[in-house]
């Protein structure tokens, strides 16, 4: 905290030499004189004090015989006074803080986070039409309304957070994944009607733990794709044991069970392989809101090449984006050779899809805990076959109605 | 002095605010904290002697330098071999 004042008032770097020169800091301590980074050499000392306290001791020298000497004078006082004659700077510095205020009371970029089917250029489209775009005033900006517009424009997302930091405008959805909802787009029940849960292959189920609803499955059942695991639709009974009504709850539960099956990877052997030649053309572009200054113009030599393009934007801090972009764009020429996978490279290419394949299954909460993989290699072909056994927690919602229509068509 | 003691005991009042006591903040081997001196006598590289209201505190090390000094607090950085109270 003292160098930030040493800064702001201005201080002063002194030779102290004397016989007294332990007296004379005493005194000055004891009237209220601080120093900094004091120093012995073999003269005297060396200390930093203010550069205010420093007219407050002329009396403390005389007193005690030392001489004191100015070496460096550092501080913003000392700093206008050299600068006073450059008016242009000063003009300059102020206009550049102007010109970062200005800069900071709009919204440069704006990030849409955790859209799976919904893509970022649909987002972007839309808040276009409600006028905010990079550009647009950070005031003019109400997060909630955002947030709530964006929930009853997109009725597949079933959560918003919209956050404003500095200069940039952070949008994180949160879309509803369920199959059964987003395959009957026109078809969506609500709360009233509650939701069973169904099985999405056949297996047997190993563990169930029912938090809501009526469990129709116990462990060791066989089922089929389809089964009712969990019902939403619990009976009401009256005194007489009768059902009176019917209570409609979303059917919540952990179920695991053992499924089996097969996958089955074909593949040729020959093929068409792309590579690039060369490193390729690069040109340079710095982008200032819509204007592009580039260094010089793409040439496409060839039909077949390809186009990279690589932006960033350029921040002072986290949060305060400018509305300057650097980039380059890289132009390829792309020559297509035909390739034959060896045998070794054929089977490691179809040992990689099959991992895929696992990593892909194990994402979706289905574990292969056992499996058998036979990798054919034929002139052409190459063929995978894995015969599986896995753990798998997946489940389907469907409306806890149908569930009650179902049951009234089979009865009848 | 025991009166006095007994007093501080029982309000539970730190002994350096009621009795002035010399308060001594050792920071591994390389910087010390003091307050609740008197004056400065001598201050070398090498050593540094403090007069404190009952006791003398001399700090023996290579390369010391004071950091900061006022009323309130010095603070001492350096490496520092020996703590003294004479």
Same mark, same amino acid.
């Given at each position: ?412 | ?20 006591? /010399? ?20 201050? /070398? /590289? ?24 006022? /009323? ?15």
């Amino acid at each position: 905290m003292l160098h930030h004042n040493f800064f702001w008032t201005g201080c002063l770097r002194v030779r102290i030499t004397g016989d007294s020169c332990e007296r004379f800091l005493n005194l000055c301590v004891n009237h209220e004189i601080s120093f900094c980074r004091i120093c012995r050499d073999q003269d005297g000392y060396t200390a930093i004090m203010m550069a205010g306290d420093f007219l407050k001791i002329k009396r403390l020298v005389k007193k005690s015989g030392v001489h004191i000497r100015i070496v460096q004078k550092s501080g913003m006082p000392f700093f206008l006074k050299q600068h006073r004659k450059r008016k242009l700077l000063l003009l300059g510095w102020i206009w550049c803080c102007f010109f970062l205020y200005l800069l900071s009371i709009h919204i440069w970029r704006i990030d849409i986070c955790g859209n799976q089917e919904i893509t970022t250029m649909q987002m972007l489209s839309y808040l276009e039409q409600n006028e905010i775009r990079p550009g647009s005033l950070s005031r003019k900006i109400d997060c909630k309304k955002i947030a709530a517009d964006i929930r009853n424009a997109f009725p597949g997302i079933t959560w918003v957070a919209v956050k404003k930091q500095g200069t940039f405008l952070e949008i994180n959805i949160k879309e509803n994944t369920d199959s059964a909802y987003t395959m009957d787009q026109g078809v969506w029940f609500s709360d009233s009607e509650g939701s069973s849960l169904v099985a999405v292959c056949d297996g047997k189920i190993l563990d169930i733990v029912t938090r809501e609803g009526v469990s129709c499955v116990q462990e060791g059942d066989q089922i089929r794709k389809g089964d009712i695991l969990v019902s939403g639709a619990i009976p009401v009974t009256n005194d007489d044991g009768e059902i009176a009504n019917i209570r409609y709850v979303n059917a919540d539960a952990d179920i695991l069970m053992e499924t089996s099956g097969t996958y089955t990877d074909t593949f040729p052997r020959s093929g068409q392989q792309d590579t690039y030649p060369d490193q390729g053309q690069v040109n340079w572009y710095l982008k200032i809101g819509n204007q592009v200054f580039s260094t010089g113009k793409i040439q496409e030599t060839s039909e077949s090449s390809d186009l990279m393009v690589e932006e960033t934007q350029l921040s002072l801090f986290p949060g305060f984006y400018l509305p300057v972009c650097l980039g380059k764009v890289i132009c390829h020429e792309v020559e297509s050779h035909s390739i034959f996978l060896s045998e070794e490279a054929a089977k490691d290419k179809a040992e990689r899809r099959l991992e895929k394949f696992i990593t892909e299954n194990a994402e979706k909460g289905v574990q292969i805990f056992k499996k058998n993989v036979k990798i054919e290699i034929g002139m052409t072909i190459c063929k995978c076959v894995c015969n599986y056994q896995a753990y798998i927690s997946e489940t389907r919602s469907i409306p806890a109605t149908q569930v009650e229509d179902n049951e009234e068509r089979t009865n009848s | 002095m025991d009166l006095l003691k007994s007093a501080m005991d029982a309000f539970q009042i730190p002994q350096d605010t009621a009795a002035r006591y /010399s308060y001594l903040q050792i920071c591994g081997n390389h910087q010390v904290k003091l307050e609740n001196y008197t004056r400065m006598i001598d201050y /070398s /590289s090498n050593r540094l002697l403090l007069q404190c209201k009952t006791c003398q505190i001399e700090i023996c090390g290579k390369g010391l330098q004071i950091l900061r000094y006022s /009323s309130q607090e010095l603070v001492l950085e350096g490496v520092i071999q020996k703590v003294m109270f004479l």
